[in-house]
């Protein structure tokens, strides 16, 4: 029997490391036990709770020396674990979950804990909820971009660069016509990416009720570009309950003017980056072996097209 300070690594974490990064990710899986108790002894922390873990965590709620809760946050490193460290100090809790804490070698992240059972899903209204995640984004980008983070410019380069080998793979013509089309609408807005310091995935299930303040972001993804880059997983957040409307065009269409609003952007510009998302999104897709473009990626550029 196991005690009840043992680590059991969910099975959905382990497959998803099997699936994605084979014979490294199933090593790393087997030494996560070790490294929690090894963070546990460095920072004098208590287990708090049940484990938690998504498809690339696993998340340990703790107890801090002076009675603090905390939570350790566990992660393969890579390049994704480097930006976000780099995101979360500059950062420094504005707008975000606070990073108390950190082992660079391990990727190991000891974050301010926040109310995972509740997040901006809940709130019913959803021009409220936005209105939250708006405010939060316009926070976020107001922090100066720090030094070592990938640019939008060198992304969204590559991605034009790879359309016209990736566009054969959709059967569809006009899943073909739409790729080159907003390829070459990517295209024009090369010359100027942006300097902003970016989420890169904010939508309502990364923003967590909190005791420091009413909401708090979690997972960014940080990188440096226009804020533009920034309102897809916001436009989409949510897609089965925005379908269930009967007008999916007329809530995202109302999720970018609030958004847009909120962050004094050009919609024009703001469009044409979101356009990048939904390209980015696409090759995605096609590497993954799908052959159409996803109906919510079309619903969304319909919806800005309406402008």
């Known amino acids: 029997m196991s005690s009840p300070d043992s680590i059991h690594v969910p099975d959905a974490l382990a497959e998803s490391y099997s699936r994605s990064n084979g014979e490294e990710g199933r090593a790393w899986v087997a030494g996560l036990p070790a490294l929690v108790k090894q963070c546990l002894d460095r920072w004098e922390l208590k287990r708090d709770g049940g484990i938690h873990s998504g498809e690339a965590s696993l998340v340990v709620p703790v107890l801090r020396t002076d009675g603090t809760r905390a939570a350790l946050k566990l992660q393969m490193p890579r ?161 089965e309950r925005v379908e269930a409307t009967g007008d999916a065009l007329r809530v995202v269409r109302r999720r970018f003017d609030l958004m847009t609003e909120a962050l004094e952007l050009d919609q024009g510009r703001a469009a044409g980056w979101t356009l990048a998302r939904l390209l980015q999104n696409t090759l995605w897709d096609i590497e993954d072996g799908r052959t159409e473009i996803a109906r919510s990626q079309i619903a969304v550029a319909e919806a800005l097209a309406k402008h």
């Open 79 to 239: 390049e994704e674990t480097t930006a976000a460290l780099i995101g979360l100090r500059a950062w420094n809790g504005d707008g975000m979950v606070r990073l108390l804490d950190h082992d660079a070698a391990s990727s190991t992240m000891l974050l301010e804990r926040l109310d995972g059972s509740r997040t901006l899903e809940s709130v019913e209204d959803d021009d409220a909820a936005m209105r939250i995640l708006a405010g939060l984004l316009a926070r976020l980008h107001s922090v100066p971009a720090p030094a070592g983070l990938r640019g939008l410019g060198e992304i969204a380069g590559a991605m034009v660069e790879e359309v016209p080998s990736a566009v054969d793979s959709l059967t569809d013509p006009e899943d073909r016509s739409r790729l080159r089309g907003w390829a070459s609408a990517v295209a024009e807005l090369l010359g100027e990416p942006g300097d902003r310091l970016l989420h890169w995935d904010l939508h309502y299930e990364n923003v967590l009720a909190a005791e420091r303040e009413p909401w708090l972001t979690i997972d960014p993804e940080p990188l440096v570009g226009d804020p533009g880059f920034d309102l897809w997983p916001a436009l989409d957040t949510g897609w």
